[in-house]
């Protein structure tokens, strides 16, 4: 299957992998390739974003998404103005729609919005002129840590047709594997996922992945197995009835990884829960490529923030 790049993004926003066409992932990918060099340099910082206001609209709890992007738009030299909802309006009872209008009154122009509510980025791109950018809206969607994990798979691999990709752990309220599921159908990978069956969403395998009860089967001869964690914070209880025996038959061992290709990638959006779905000696292992994906990220999202901002080509250094 070859993809060519897409000369520009349709869209003024990025809500999701779904409305994004293969030449358009490709682009983000390429494009990210070459924002990546950008951190080898002596001065790690380009003015390609000079002169823009990114606002970081952060609902909910993070660190490498928000750092990550922090980073990425200060090696882009645009101006940031970082949101707290605890600090904010939002905690006297505002409402996001009136928070983000009052901020587009001061005419940014880009918003990068982390929600705990699904579909809260759609409601906001559909409303306002500033590009939206979907940095994880509740259990839907996370489309740019699925384009720094294709892009981890694609520099290590270099192509992710055709890859064996098996996604573990706490598929129904993910976020990450669905955007996964997605963006690795469309790039000509094989997709296989595994969890509990109370963590397996119904009607996973019409997102186009193979469906498995037992981890062992979905690892075997995977040459990629990316962990998800146990978000007990989305479950109203506890979806499985210990801990340990989660550990027991989904956490990924050596013994369990030697199923695996030898030269298979272990990877994990983060934050990891060691000695729960991932063993300390696989996630600091020689196949472990976790802390190349957060660099994959700043990456990631200097090329999306820079696209939606109109850029093309390579941006030029000062």
């Given at each position: ?44 910082k ?79 791109a559909r ?39 098996a ?29 509990p ?78 000695g ?10 020689p ?32």
């Amino acid at each position: 299957m070859t993809v060519k790049p897409a000369p520009r993004l349709r869209g003024k926003d990025l809500v999701g992998i779904d409305p994004l066409s293969p030449g358009e992932i490709q682009l983000i990918l390429d494009t990210a390739e070459k924002m990546r060099a950008i951190a080898e340099r002596p001065i790690k910082k380009v003015p390609a974003l000079r002169g823009k206001t990114v606002v970081n609209l952060f609902m909910e709890a993070s660190t490498r998404t928000r750092f990550s992007f922090e980073v990425a738009e200060k090696r882009l030299s645009a101006d940031s103005l970082n949101f707290s909802a605890s600090a904010s309006s939002v905690s006297k009872g505002e409402t996001l729609l009136d928070t983000a209008l009052n901020l587009e009154a001061m005419q940014p122009d880009l918003i990068v919005l982390r929600h705990q509510y699904a579909g809260a980025p759609h409601q906001l791109a559909r409303i306002l002129k500033s590009s939206v950018i979907n940095a994880g809206d509740g259990a839907h969607e996370h489309p740019t840590q699925a384009l720094l994990d294709a892009l981890t798979i694609r520099l290590k691999r270099g192509t992710l047709e055709g890859q064996i990709v098996a996604i573990v752990g706490d598929l129904q309220h993910s976020r990450v594997a669905r955007s996964n599921v997605l963006l690795l159908n469309r790039m000509g990978a094989k997709v296989r996922v595994a969890g509990p069956p109370s963590l397996i969403p119904l009607g996973m395998e019409t997102m186009g992945c193979e469906v498995y009860r037992r981890m062992e089967e979905a690892i075997t001869g995977a040459d990629v197995v990316m962990m998800l964690r146990i978000q007990l914070e989305r479950q109203g209880r506890m979806n499985f009835p210990t801990v340990r025996e989660y550990y027991d038959f989904f956490a990924l061992t050596p013994e369990r990884l030697k199923l695996a290709k030898k030269d298979c990638l272990v990877m994990h959006p983060g934050p990891m829960n060691r000695g729960v779905e991932i063993d300390s000696r696989v996630a600091d292992g020689p196949q472990s490529v976790i802390l190349e994906q957060v660099t994959n990220g700043v990456a990631v999202r200097m090329a999306v923030l820079y696209l939606l901002a109109g850029g093309h080509g390579e941006p030029a250094a000062d």
